[in-house]
Nanobody, 125 residues
């Protein structure tokens, strides 16, 4: 399985943006897709994740309810909807996948073995 991220761009503070993470083939079983981001000079941080079979979602506290992650299994695609964007959300956003994730490892980037390329999100204030 390969993942491809898209949807980044330049937006104003307060705007919304929807990213996409598409899988190259249908995934079955316990497949989790997560989004991580890395701002300039910062460490990579967890943003959100979703179990594609159950729809269970996980969010970073720093998102403060502004982002919603969803999936369309018919299209093998996961969508993080990002609202009320702030300058601090500026980063390269990466999607990642895992078939073998356990709940306690959801927030850890090293738990994911499949990575898509990043997509740049820039929020101007």
């Amino acid at each position: 399985v390969q993942l491809q991220a898209s949807g980044g761009g330049l937006v104003q503070a307060g705007d919304s943006l929807r990213l996409s993470c598409s899988a190259s083939e249908r995934t079955s079983g316990r497949f989790t897709v997560a989004w991580f981001r890395q701002g300039s000079g910062k460490e990579r941080e967890f943003v959100a994740a979703i179990r594609t079979n159950s729809g269970t979602t996980y969010y970073a506290d720093s998102i403060e309810g502004r982002f919603t992650i969803s999936r369309d299994n018919a299209k093998n695609t996961v969508y993080p909807q990002m609202n009320s964007l702030k300058a601090g959300d500026t980063a390269v956003y990466h999607c990642a996948g895992s078939f073998t994730l356990i709940t306690s490892s959801t927030y850890t980037s090293t738990s994911y073995s499949i990575w898509g390329q990043g997509t740049q999100v820039t929020v101007s204030s």
